[in-house]
């Protein structure tokens, strides 16, 4: 959790380890009076995380009578992990659990609930795909795409959108498919370069955006039309994929190298993207480049 006031501070004294140890103090400090100003809040992140967990024991126990017990059981251990580590950060961040007005909430509501559904189903999508059950991975990742074009359509359409959701959303979709393609790579669908190209591009827009934050000033990750469009291509090339190790035979022998290809050519194209939107914004955000309107890129910077 960046806190521009004690950013501030910490600019003006050099990034030294007295410095960045007096920060952590004050934003620990704070993290706690937050959490006491909004019991409500952190009742409501820990009950949605208990229906999550309930959910995740029901469908290993579906796993373990229907496929392996063994695949069960380590569905159960790292969804429980990831739900520990995903509700942690978010209780953790829980000052941003504010409307568009900046008024307290006290719930979670349908489209935070579905942002967080994308995270715990990260596990389940990643052991499914190394157990090579393609059609159950195909199945968890087309829900959870749908949950990643529920969320943001219903938060506009009946006025949902909270501060919360705001930070939350890009970061989900960083981590998401982050884990989506290890577990692709991890089983064999895809060549290592391709999961390179992957972490580059991810890791550069959440450390690259964190580090403009805390060096620079200010900034938030916002999708643009072109990174929109990359993610749809990038959805239907892993469901492609997934399709073609399910049909096999002369179709996948074909066309099964050229999806990998494709894939780890979108997304070296997308670390060229960012990398450009990068030095972009760094140059406005330092007064190098005049910008007209808004900052066109995934990073832009402006008060929080």
């Known amino acids: 959790m960046f806190i521009e006031e004690y950013l501030q501070e910490l600019r003006r004294d050099g990034f030294t380890l ?16 937050n959490l006491d100003a909004n019991p409500g809040g952190v009742r409501a992140v820990w009950s949605v995380a208990l229906g999550f967990f309930a959910v995740a024991f029901m469908a290993s126990a579906a796993v373990a009578l229907g496929l392996d017990r063994w695949l069960a059981y380590e569905l159960l251990l790292w969804t429980s992990v990831w739900i520990l580590l995903a509700f942690g950060a978010v209780t953790a961040g829980i000052v941003l659990l504010r409307d568009t007005e900046g ?22 999508i990643a052991l499914l795909l190394m157990d090579h059950h393609y059609a159950l991975a195909l199945g968890v990742y087309m829900f959870a795409a749908l949950t990643d074009v529920a969320d943001g ?4 359409r ?8 705001t930070v939350l959303d890009p ?15 991890l ?24 580090c403009l ?22 959805s239907a ?35 060229l993207h960012v990398l450009a939107l990068g030095w972009y914004n760094l140059r406005v955000m330092r007064g190098v480049v005049r910008a007209q309107g808004r900052v066109v890129g995934d990073v832009r910077w402006g008060k929080q």
Request: proline content about 5%; overall charge positive.
């Open 237 to 271: 090339l892993v469901a492609l994929l997934a399709v073609l190790h399910l049909r096999g035979g002369h179709l996948a022998d074909r066309l099964l190298p050229l999806t990998g290809i494709a894939l780890g050519v979108l997304l070296a194209a997308g670390v």
């Open 158 to 165: 009946w006025r949902q959108i909270t501060v919360l959701g």
């Open 187 to 210: 089983a064999g669908l895809l060549p290592n370069w391709v999961f390179v190209m992957a972490a580059v591009r991810y890791g550069l827009l959440l450390v690259g955006a964190a």
């Open 153 to 156: 359509w219903i938060a506009r």
């Open 18 to 33: 007295p410095a960045f140890a007096r920060y952590a103090r004050r934003v620990a400090g704070l993290a706690r009076e």
């Open 171 to 185: 970061i989900v979709d960083i981590v998401f498919n982050f884990a989506l393609f290890a577990g692709l790579v």
């Open 213 to 234: 934050y805390v060096l620079v000033g200010p900034v938030t990750i916002r999708p643009t039309t072109l990174g929109r469009l990359m993610g749809v291509v990038t």
């Open 103 to 124: 008024y307290r909430l006290a719930s979670l509501n349908t489209p935070l609930v579905l942002t967080l559904a994308r995270v715990v189903l990260v596990p389940g």
